[in-house]
C-alpha cells in the first residue's frame, strides 16, 4: 500500500544541499548572523534502544540544519505530516548520484517511512563527462524502488544558474537537460516535485551562502516552506522567470571580490577533484535512523 498524507514517517536522501551546509545549526557559527526562522535544531536523537535524549548534532563542528530538517519540524504542526513525526536524514556532501544511491538508498528503504526526499544529481552535473540521460534512468530506478515498497517521494530539481558564479553558469544547459528529465519521472511515477528551478525568490543575493554554490540559512528556510506547500499541495502560483535584479559593482569591487571568491572558495573544490578526494569522506549520515521530532518553537 502506498503511504499518503498525512505521513508519519520521513527519510531525507541526497548530498550537501540536503545535509544542509552553510545552514548553521549554532547562529554563532554562521557568518551571516541569525537564524531567519529564530530557532536552533529541532530533533531528539533516539534512534538506538536505550539512547538518551540529547540535541542532534552533525560530524562538523558547528553542525548544520537544512532545509530538509526544516520541513521536517514543519511537518509535525502540518495536515501533511504529524505531531508522532520520525525524522532521518542520511545526505552526505559531496557525494555523487551512484553514490547516494548506492550507500543512502538501501538503508531509506529498510526504514520503509512513508515519505523519502531525493535530491541527487547537481555534482554530477558540474562534471562535463557525466552522461545526463543515464544519470536520469538511476534517478528513475530508484524512485520506482521507492515507488514500488510504498513510499511517497518528494523529488527536487536543480537550481537555475543564470546568475551564479561563471563556473555554474555553464552547467545551466546540462541542469535544465536533467530538469526535464526529473519532471517526467516525477509524473510516470505520481511524485511530488520541489521546484527549486522556478522558485524564483531562491535567487536573491541573501538566499545564498559565501561560497555561491549552497544556500544561506534563509535560503534554507525558503526552499523548506516551498516543500510544505508542495507537500500540502499550496504552492502559490506564479509567473515569469526574471532573475531578481542584484545591485552593480564598481569595477575594483567586483574585481577584488572575485579574486577572494577564488582563492577561497574555487581553488580548494578544484584541488579536490585533481587529488580525486571529497569533503565527503570519512563522515557519516548526521540522523542515519528514525528519531522523534519536535515541532517548531518547542
Not at 14 to 20: K, L, M, P
Not at 229 to 239: K, V
Amino acid at each position: 500500500m502506498t503511504a499518503t498524507p498525512p505521513f508519519k514517517s520521513y527519510v531525507a536522501i541526497g548530498d550537501s544541499f540536503t545535509e544542509g551546509l552553510m545552514d548553521f545549526a549554532d547562529p554563532a557559527h554562521d557568518p551571516a548572523g541569525t537564524d531567519p526562522a529564530g530557532r536552533t535544531a529541532g530533533h531528539d536523537r533516539t534512534d538506538a534502544p536505550g539512547r538518551t535524549d540529547a540535541e542532534v548534532v552533525d560530524p562538523t563542528a558547528g553542525g548544520f540544519r537544512g532545509w530538509a530538517d526544516r520541513l521536517a519540524e514543519q511537518l509535525v504542526t502540518s495536515p501533511a505530516g504529524s505531531t508522532d513525526l520520525t525524522y532521518g536524514n542520511l545526505a552526505i556532501r559531496g557525494r555523487l548520484a551512484d553514490q547516494v544511491l548506492a550507500e543512502q538508498l538501501p538503508r531509506a528503504l529498510e526504514l520503509a517511512p512513508d515519505l523519502v526526499s531525493l535530491c541527487a544529481g547537481g555534482n554530477d552535473c558540474l562534471r562535463p563527462y557525466t552522461n545526463i540521460d543515464h544519470l536520469a534512468d538511476e534517478i528513475e530506478s530508484a524512485v520506482v524502488a521507492l515507488r514500488e515498497a510504498g513510499i511517497q517521494v518528494l523529488m527536487v530539481n536543480g537550481y537555475d544558474t543564470e546568475t551564479a558564479s561563471p563556473l555554474l553558469r555553464t552547467v545551466r544547459s546540462r541542469v535544465g537537460i536533467y530538469n526535464s528529465h526529473l519532471w517526467t519521472i516525477a509524473q510516470r511515477h505520481g511524485c511530488y516535485m520541489l521546484d527549486l528551478w522556478g522558485l524564483r525568490e531562491l535567487y536573491t543575493q541573501e538566499m545564498w551562502a559565501e561560497d555561491r554554490i549552497h544556500l544561506s540559512a534563509k535560503g534554507h528556510e525558503l526552499v523548506s516552506r516551498q516543500a510544505l506547500a508542495t507537500l500540502e499541495g499550496t504552492a502559490s502560483t506564479r509567473q515569469g522567470f526574471a532573475m531578481p535584479e542584484r545591485p552593480g559593482r564598481p569595477v575594483r569591487q567586483a574585481v577584488a571580490e572575485e579574486s577572494a571568491w577564488v582563492r577561497t572558495h574555487l581553488a580548494p573544490w578544484v584541488s579536490r577533484r585533481l587529488r580525486r578526494v571529497s569533503s565527503g569522506d570519512g563522515l557519516e549520515p548526521k540522523l542515519p535512523g528514525l528519531t522523534p521530532v519536535r515541532g517548531e518553537g518547542d
